[in-house]
Structure formats: structure tokens, C-alpha cells
């Protein structure tokens, strides 16, 4: 995760993207980062708690969370109790539990499964896999202290290895037919929208790419977008939507 000096103020804005200062001329929208955790957050359909079935080798799972913790066992009997799990927190714990046929490989093997979880899942849920091809260029990040290794343990030092295997989905779906571009308060968060740079030269062509981009989503692309970078109150008239979905 990358760190820097707008931190504060863009939490202070209402927005979970941290976009360090750049030097004149650098596309900020490959410096975006997308944190996702929680289901019922922005973007939380990234996650394998996500209540998404996959079917994947003749078997419907609840969620690739199921998927992937049953794929550490080598019994069917303990296979079937993940499947059988009333939520995918359950089925992670289930996973845990080592007096069961726990694969000695599998830290071999992970990387594979959850690939594979992925691929399924965003093959089987065009509305996913338009939500996460929206995405662009954008760094995707697993978000908490949980787990350093899928995750970036919340402080950045993690693997976020989740993340990474979501940018390879991404990169093997249809690219989304425009770039993707940050809201134009995250490029330049000190500039008021009446300002004459919004109008001219380079804030002008921000402000195009930006609006043409958020012109672009529909359905869940738009609604993840809208409610991970609200508007902030002086953007509110002049941001398509903003009147309906608004920051602080």
C-alpha cells in the first residue's frame, strides 16, 4: 500500500483511495488503489466472503470461500463438511482445523485453487466480472490486519496475494472500453469546481477523461464506483449523480 502525505485528506473527503502527488505529466490513474474487505462495503464483491455460488468440477459452492477451504482436505467426509458450511466464515474456520486430512502441499497449491475459485467466479457473474474489468488500471488490495499473506495485513507489508491473482482475472477479461480514471477531486482535491483550470488546458482534459469514464459504468460497475469515491459537498452539482450520491 502505498503511503503519502493526502492520506488524511482524502479519509477526510469520504475517500478510500490513497493517490500519492505526482510529477507533471504521470497518469495518476494507474497510482489508484482499490481496498476491499468487507461484502457489504464498495467493491466488497471482490471478496471470497461475497455470496456468489460457483460451480466448479460438477459441484456448486456457496462462495469461493467454500471452494477454496475444502480444497485443503484430502477426505471427502471433511470436503463435505466445508461445502455444508452455513456461511463462508464457517467454512473458513472448518478450513483451519488441522486434525483433519489437511494436504501437507498445500501451501503449493493455494495459489492455483484460489486462481481457479476466481476465474469461475467471474466467469459465472458477468455483473462481477464487469465491476471488476471496470476497475482498469487500478491496484486491487485486500484490506485488514487479518491476513498477511492474501491480504495486506493492514498495514501494507502484507503478500496481498487476493489482490494480485485478482489483477491476473482482470487482465484476462475484455478491457473495458475506456480507461479508467479517478474522480477529478482525487487528482486535484484543492481546486474547487467553478475554478477557470477545470475549463482549460490540463484540468480541462482531467475533468473529459474523468466524466467520460464515469459515463462509461452501469449496473454494479457504476454502483461500486459511486460509493467508493463520493462526491465531496463542492463537487455536489457539478458531478453527474453527485446529488444522489454524495460525500461529506
Known sequence: MRQGPWRAKLQSMGCQALVPPVQEGQARASMIDIFFYETDKPYGCFSNFS????????????????????????????VDAVADAKTPFLAAQLGRERHRSFRPDWNVLRDGVMLKALRAKFEQHPALAAALA?????ALVEHTKNDRYWADGGDGSGR???????EQVRAELAPWPVPFQAPPWLAHPDIEPSDMFWRM???????????????SLAGEAKLHFDAYFPAPVMWQLAWPDSEVRSGA
Open 51 to 78: 455470496r456468489h455460488s460457483v460451480l466448479i468440477e460438477g459441484r456448486v459452492w456457496p462462495t469461493t470461500e467454500h471452494f477454496f477451504q475444502a480444497a485443503k482436505f484430502s477426505d471427502a467426509a471433511d
Open 134 to 138: 471496470s476497475t482498469g488500471s487500478a
Open 160 to 166: 496481498n496475494r487476493l489482490g494480485e491473482l485478482l
Open 201 to 215: 488546458g490540463r484540468g480541462e482534459d482531467v475533468l473529459s477523461r474523468a466524466q467520460r469514464f464515469h459515463t
